[in-house]
């Protein structure tokens, strides 16, 4: 029983432990702020990155939904084209025919200008011919 230290001298060691702990305590606590002021900071920078990347997305967004209605736009504009070109090829299909068909008016007008110029020529000529004969006959 003579190393076992007597009930007081075992407090004195207890508190003298815990005054060594406590002592570390503040330093612990100081460093434990410091790291935590850290993670903080890191996290803070983390947001403000992720806030400059969702303001980025936005713009991307709202640049893409712009660019999407031009070019809706202008696809309209072109099939409003390719419709007109279409109905300017029917037109001109159309006029082509028409023109076809005055020309082939033309030449049968002409067909029966030139038909009524013979009947007309032969007949003055039959004519002609009757009246040289008839003046023959008179005298």
Known sequence: MADVPPPAERQRR???????????????????????????????????????????????????DRYRDEFETLRQAQEEVRRAAEEARIAAEESRHATIDAVAATADSLHATLEQMKFLEEARLVLRAIKDTHATDIN
């Open 14 to 64: 207890k508190a003298e432990r815990r005054t060594g702990l406590g002592e570390n305590r503040p330093k612990d606590a100081a460093q434990s702020r410091d790291v935590a002021e850290e993670h903080r900071a890191v996290a803070e920078a983390a947001r403000k990155e992720a806030e400059g990347f969702r303001v980025l997305a936005e713009e991307a967004r709202a640049t893409r």
